[in-house]
């Protein structure tokens, strides 16, 4: 019977060497710097949310306010239940802050929006945007002074890169709108404040009347606003249908 083999000393071996760094496969994949994103795109997706959901909430406060309008003028003729006329009062309140809440967001959006809009148009041309970021805020944001400084501002920023006709046309469309809504608006805002220092039902119910108007039309332009802004800002996936079958002259 054979003895049995003692342990086997392993020799020296040459030291691996590769071209590259092992990963063995594990690869890490580089995160773009935060110079090179887009931060159009973002900013795009937070405002068109915020559009969408001022929308809801502005179709909802005037339905509200539209239920308070056939109130009183039932109550112009004969007397209402006591729980009616404050329920309706209660909902009007409420939902006409919820409505201040969701414009006040969606301006805020807005107003960022429109900064890094034209931060992005300016730098694509090889210049800074020569207006401070307060001054765009301002004329973005605050309320009637954005009736001209927003389409302004947009102005500025087509002016400045490539210039899209698509874009301008919709750009002008858009500013049409914005300004027949706020003229709208300052009509029924108004209404209401004659209506609270007189005790006319009469003028109480055309106020509520002009604040359902106003909240109705809000809400439209609000979700038609929504694919207006994702062209200008060059966001919008358009696909274009083509038939499944040809007809071929023979």
Not at 22 to 39: K, M, T, Y
């Given at each position: 019977?054979?003895?049995p083999r ?16 092992p990963?063995?496969?594990l ?7 935060a110079?090179d994103?887009d931060?159009?795109?973002v900013?795009?997706?937070a ?8 929308a809801l ?20 003729t ?16 409420v ?15 807005f107003?960022?929006w ?6 992005r ?5 090889g210049?800074?945007d ?7 805020y301002?004329?973005s944001?605050v309320?009637l002074?954005?009736v ?9 920023a087509a ?8 874009a301008?046309r919709?750009r ?20 209401r ?14 106020a509520?009347?002009l604040?359902a108007?106003?909240?109705g ?10 694919r ?8 919008l ?13 023979v």
């Amino acid at each position: 019977m054979p003895a049995p083999r003692g342990p086997r000393v392993a020799g020296r071996r040459p030291t691996p060497t590769y071209a590259s760094t092992p990963h063995w496969g594990l690869v890490d994949i580089p995160r773009p710097e935060a110079d090179d994103v887009d931060p159009v795109p973002v900013t795009t997706d937070a405002l068109t949310r915020a559009l969408r959901l001022t929308a809801l909430i502005l179709a909802a406060a005037g339905v509200v306010h539209a239920v308070r309008y056939i109130v009183a003028v039932v109550n112009r003729t004969r007397p209402i239940l006591m729980w009616i006329d404050w329920l309706s009062s209660i909902a009007v309140l409420v939902f006409g802050l919820m409505a201040l809440v969701a414009v006040v967001m969606a301006v805020l959006a807005f107003g960022r929006w429109v900064r890094q809009l034209r931060e992005r148009q300016y730098a694509a041309a090889g210049f800074v945007d020569p207006r401070p970021t307060v001054i765009v805020y301002l004329l973005s944001m605050v309320p009637l002074v954005n009736v001209v400084g927003a389409p302004w501002l947009l102005h500025e920023a087509a002016v400045a890169g490539r210039r899209d006709p698509r874009a301008d046309r919709v750009r002008v469309r858009l500013a049409i709108a914005w300004v027949l809504v706020n003229v709208l608006a300052v009509v029924a805002v108004g209404y209401r404040i004659a209506a609270w220092s007189t005790t006319s039902l009469q003028l109480d119910a055309d106020a509520l009347f002009l604040v359902a108007l106003v909240f109705g039309v809000s809400a439209v332009f609000a979700h038609w606003a929504v694919r207006r802004i994702e062209i200008i800002a060059g966001t919008l996936d358009v696909e274009v249908e083509r038939p499944a079958r040809r007809l071929v002259a023979v």
